[in-house]
């Protein structure tokens, strides 16, 4: 048992370790699309770039991260389309570059958002679920 201590031990001090390097690619950047439509309210975007993983984060690295210059547009089941205007507006608790007009959300519709960046299409359809009744047993 003692013989076993003393090779427990040496094995514990004269172990190796090796550093390791990971090198992580540093690829494009891609669009980033935030977005949301309600019932009762146009649809919002917040339409950006990808930002490098490890690099610094500031004001100024954020604003050159907005994209101001696609197309975005948004229709609904009938065929209705609405462009989406540039405007960069600040809540509480979203951020938006692009926001709708003439399309406001319905319960139980479904919307399709297309986004043109140059020779870039980028699209997503959605659909609105209908809100469950609110009952005093679900309020418990």
Same mark, same amino acid.
């Given at each position: 048992?003692?013989?076993?201590?003393?090779?427990?031990?040496?094995? !514990?001090?004269?172990?190796?370790?090796?550093?390791?390097?990971?090198?992580?690619?540093?690829?494009?950047?891609?669009?980033?699309?935030?977005?949301?439509?309600?019932?009762?309210?146009?649809?919002?975007?917040?339409?950006? =770039?990808?930002?490098?993983?490890?690099?610094?984060?500031?004001?100024?690295?954020?604003?050159?991260?907005?994209?101001? /210059?696609?197309?975005?547009?948004?229709? /609904?089941?009938?065929?209705?389309?609405?462009?989406?205007?540039?405007?960069?507006?600040?809540?509480?608790?979203?951020?938006?570059?692009?926001?709708?007009?003439?399309?406001?959300?319905?319960?139980?519709?479904?919307? =399709? !958002?297309?986004?043109?960046?140059? /020779?870039?299409?980028?699209?997503?359809?959605?659909?609105?679920?209908?809100?469950?009744?609110?009952?005093? /047993?679900? !309020? =418990?």
């Amino acid at each position: 048992m003692k013989y076993l201590n003393y090779i427990l031990i040496s094995f !514990l001090f004269l172990s190796c370790t090796k550093e390791i390097e990971i090198i992580i690619p540093n690829n494009a950047t891609q669009f980033v699309v935030n977005g949301y439509i309600e019932h009762g309210e146009p649809a919002k975007i917040l339409l950006t =770039r990808s930002l490098p993983y490890f690099n610094p984060v500031n004001d100024d690295i954020l604003d050159q991260s907005l994209i101001n /210059d696609a197309v975005v547009v948004i229709s /609904d089941e009938n065929n209705n389309r609405d462009t989406l205007q540039y405007m960069l507006e600040n809540t509480d608790t979203w951020i938006s570059n692009y926001l709708g007009s003439n399309i406001i959300g319905q319960e139980e519709s479904t919307y =399709r !958002l297309e986004i043109f960046k140059g /020779d870039t299409v980028v699209w997503a359809v959605t659909t609105i679920p209908k809100l469950a009744p609110i009952t005093p /047993d679900s !309020l =418990r």
